[in-house]
């Protein structure tokens, strides 16, 4: 394992939208995998934020500095 991130997103992504659905059209595996990837990287809370989405994370980082 060369990098845990990496290797972390890969084992979700084929976990859940691959593994979890089947495609009848290359057009609907790149909507559902556009979707997923959408609520990946906005709506989900990550461990490694805290448990808190990206964008909560962003903003609490925002509000640390501007207090510091």
Do not use: C
Request: hydrophobic share 35%; net charge neutral.
């Amino acid at each position: 394992m060369q990098n845990a991130f990496v290797e972390s997103f890969n084992g979700s992504f084929r976990d859940e939208p691959l593994n979890e659905t089947l495609f009848s059209s290359l057009a609907e595996a790149r909507e559902k995998i556009i979707a997923w990837k959408e609520d990946y990287n906005r709506h989900r809370p990550h461990s490694s934020l805290g448990n808190l989405t990206p964008p909560g994370f962003a903003l609490k980082s925002r509000l640390e500095t501007k207090t510091a």
